[in-house]
RNA sequence: GGCCCCAUGGUCAAGCGGUUAAGACACCGCCCUUUCACGGCGGAAUCAGGGGUUCGAAUCCCCUUGGGGUCACCA
């Protein structure tokens, strides 16, 4: 039989890294076992759906570059996999459990509900619905109707057992019926059913084999059990995956600012897809050796369950970067080019040919962790005259500095050819005529011309600012 | 608070009863280099505490402590 998995966020916001991490999880073991991976919209809280936000799951999805067998835009034939569109089939089963008898409606008020918890609370207890609606008459139906009130669909949990599992990355969790809270919410009144319903049935019918999710959600699987067992259903497996944790210990808040955790936020300041898809790989599970970078086919061959983390862990920026980095160095200037563009602005590439442009990448390339980095980094080849830092500026103060200057100068005036073969002997002339050598005679230079003693090789700056540019900039700054 | 989960350097982590307790990021030195970076070499830094079990415990068990998750008509 082949193994199933499923990723299935709910559209209210933004691809997190978290959730990034569940679906990539998700999504190298079912690759892993030769499985399918499906992506399922569960979006049965129809308050908070955004517009728009499955379609950028999706795309954010596949830009890190995990890619589903089965779901809404390519369907499959376990649909749909969008939790709105299957409310038929979710009405089927309450129905079902309804003539079990283990499902019926509660007419119960928020407020009424949350008196109760409030008052279990104050007394120390466990907050637990009463069973109030359990045995309504039909008179008292009628009144409630009459009154206008809208029923919720409640689970009778009259289970008194306690619930067990094997978790897939924890081992045997076991839980007392009491914690369960009572007979639990199905169907809202509004009619959508409840994730733990929604989910239940969705899991079963599309025939997922193994549920591998955030440990939020253990809490709410021995409710799911119940489910199972009351629809005569053989539950899936069960995994549940420690959490990433923010800079303060605790699970990422989409609110907290202070660590930048949504997908397309890296994807903007030019992170790689295989970084970030490593990165993540690597947080909460490891294969065991020394490696580091692996690409998409090695994590598929390396993953397995056994191997991730029971643990929490913190999300690394600085690992990140450094891997990103990595990844950078590794690409040809050429690819990159296409994803630097968006950074820069018309008015710098204005005559710019894509050759000199990969060219200008490359220079700096292995210097930079993120490609936004670039513009402001590489920003003197776009102006005229760099204007010149405070260390340059002291450098091209010094008598010995503007030697070597108008030495060059001279040279760079009187060459006809300007390449790297031409150029070389070029700064021989000026260490003869100046006696100077090493930082002596190529700090004023790269100071006259790039504005700054620090920078990307001189030689290559040189030739790819051009001669005349060259000239422009070294008779800018001799006094 | 109840229930549940977790615990190796600052961080990611290897380790599954016998190791000088790997490796990486970050940090600090040094080297390479026309600068910055890259790279190389080296350094500092960890088994939360206490009990057991065992000839032997980071590894197994218990307790304590600490951290976290969850207690919705959110997922």
Same mark, same amino acid.
């Given at each position: 039989?082949?193994?199933?998995?499923?990723?299935?966020?709910?559209?209210?916001?933004?691809?997190?890294?978290?959730?990034?991490?569940?679906?990539?999880?998700?999504?190298?073991?079912?690759?892993?076992?030769? $499985? #399918?991976?499906?992506?399922?919209?569960?979006?049965? #809280?129809?308050?908070?759906?955004?517009?728009?936000?499955a379609d950028e799951f999706a795309k954010n999805l596949g830009w890190l570059g995990i890619v589903w067998?089965?779901?809404?835009?390519?369907?499959?034939?376990?649909?749909?996999?969008?939790?709105?569109?299957?409310?038929?089939?979710?009405?089927?089963?309450?129905?079902?459990?309804?003539?079990?008898?283990?499902? %019926?409606?509660?007419?119960?008020?928020?407020?009424?509900?949350?008196?109760?918890?409030?008052?279990?609370?104050?007394?120390?207890?466990?907050?637990?619905?009463?069973?109030?609606?359990?045995?309504?008459?039909?008179?008292?139906?009628?009144?409630?109707?009459?009154?206008?009130?809208?029923?919720?669909?409640?689970?009778?949990?009259?289970?008194?057992?306690?619930?067990?599992?094997?978790?897939?990355?924890?081992?045997?969790?076991?839980?007392?019926?009491? $914690?369960?809270?009572?007979?639990?919410?199905?169907?809202?009144?509004?009619? *959508?059913?409840?994730?733990?319903?929604?989910?239940?049935?969705?899991?079963?019918?599309?025939?997922?084999?193994?549920?591998?999710?955030?440990?939020?959600?253990?809490?709410?699987?021995?409710?799911?059990?119940?489910? %199972?067992?009351?629809?005569?259903?053989?539950?899936?497996?069960?995994?549940?995956?420690?959490?990433?944790?923010?800079?303060?210990?605790?699970?990422?808040?989409?609110?907290?600012?202070? *660590?930048?955790?949504?997908?397309?936020?890296?994807?903007?300041?030019?992170?790689?897809?295989?970084?970030?898809?490593?990165?993540?790989?690597?947080?909460?599970?490891?294969?065991?050796?020394?490696?580091?970078?692996?690409?998409?086919?090695?994590?598929?061959?390396?993953?397995?369950?056994?191997?991730?983390?029971?643990?929490?862990?913190?999300?690394?920026?600085?690992?990140?970067?450094?891997?990103?980095?990595?990844?950078?160095?590794?690409?040809?200037?050429?690819?990159?080019?296409?994803?630097?563009?968006?950074?820069?602005?018309?008015?710098?590439?204005?005559?710019?040919?894509?050759?000199?442009?990969t060219e200008w990448i490359s220079l700096y390339q292995e210097k930079i962790s993120q490609l936004d980095?670039?513009?402001?980094?590489?920003?003197?080849?776009?102006?005229?005259?760099?204007?010149? #830092?405070?260390?340059?500026?002291?450098?091209?103060?010094?008598?010995?500095?503007?030697?070597?200057?108008?030495?060059?100068?001279?040279?760079?005036?009187?060459?006809?050819?300007?390449?790297?073969?031409?150029?070389?002997?070029?700064?021989?002339?000026?260490?003869?005529?100046?006696?100077?050598?090493?930082?002596?005679?190529?700090?004023?230079?790269?100071?006259?011309?790039?504005?700054?003693?620090?920078?990307?090789?001189?030689?290559?700056?040189?030739?790819?600012?051009?001669?005349?540019?060259?000239?422009?900039?070294?008779?800018?700054?001799?006094?």
């Amino acid at each position: 039989m082949t193994v199933r998995l499923r990723y299935a966020p709910s559209p209210t916001g933004h691809l997190h890294i978290g959730g990034a991490r569940t679906a990539l999880f998700n999504y190298l073991y079912a690759k892993h076992m030769g $499985g #399918d991976f499906i992506l399922r919209i569960e979006d049965t #809280d129809l308050e908070r759906n955004i517009d728009r936000a499955a379609d950028e799951f999706a795309k954010n999805l596949g830009w890190l570059g995990i890619v589903w067998d089965e779901g809404p835009d390519v369907g499959g034939k376990f649909g749909p996999y969008i939790s709105t569109e299957r409310l038929s089939i979710y009405e089927h089963y309450v129905e079902v459990l309804k003539e079990k008898g283990l499902a %019926y409606h509660c007419y119960c008020s928020e407020e009424e509900i949350a008196a109760e918890r409030d008052a279990a609370m104050a007394k120390g207890e466990v907050p637990r619905y009463s069973g109030h609606c359990r045995h309504l008459t039909a008179t008292q139906i009628s009144e409630y109707e009459a009154m206008g009130r809208k029923p919720v669909v409640r689970f009778l949990a009259a289970n008194d057992q306690e619930l067990r599992f094997h978790d897939l990355i924890r081992g045997e969790l076991v839980f007392e019926p009491s $914690g369960l809270g009572g007979d639990f919410v199905i169907v809202k009144s509004n009619g *959508i059913p409840t994730y733990n319903f929604a989910c239940t049935i969705d899991d079963h019918l599309m025939e997922i084999t193994h549920v591998v999710r955030g440990e939020e959600h253990i809490s709410n699987t021995p409710r799911q059990l119940l489910l %199972y067992q009351a629809l005569g259903w053989e539950p899936p497996h069960f995994g549940h995956v420690s959490l990433i944790l923010g800079p303060n210990g605790k699970k990422l808040s989409k609110r907290d600012e202070s *660590i930048v955790q949504f997908v397309e936020q890296y994807r903007d300041m030019g992170y790689l897809p295989e970084a970030l898809f490593n990165y993540l790989a690597l947080l909460g599970w490891s294969p065991g050796g020394e490696q580091e970078f692996f690409n998409k086919d090695e994590l598929i061959a390396a993953f397995t369950l056994d191997r991730v983390h029971k643990s929490g862990a913190f999300f690394d920026a600085a690992r990140l970067s450094w891997m990103n980095s990595h990844y950078l160095k590794q690409q040809d200037a050429a690819n990159l080019l296409p994803l630097v563009q968006p950074l820069l602005t018309d008015d710098q590439v204005q005559g710019l040919s894509n050759e000199w442009l990969t060219e200008w990448i490359s220079l700096y390339q292995e210097k930079i962790s993120q490609l936004d980095e670039l513009p402001q980094m590489g920003a003197s080849f776009f102006v005229e005259i760099p204007k010149l #830092d405070e260390e340059a500026n002291s450098m091209l103060n010094q008598e010995t500095a503007q030697q070597v200057v108008k030495s060059f100068h001279e040279q760079v005036k009187n060459t006809a050819l300007w390449t790297e073969e031409h150029i070389k002997p070029i700064f021989k002339t000026v260490q003869s005529e100046t006696g100077k050598k090493g930082k002596d005679l190529f700090m004023p230079i790269r100071a006259a011309v790039m504005g700054s003693l620090h920078g990307p090789d001189l030689h290559r700056s040189l030739i790819l600012l051009g001669q005349a540019r060259v000239l422009t900039r070294l008779e800018s700054v001799i006094k």
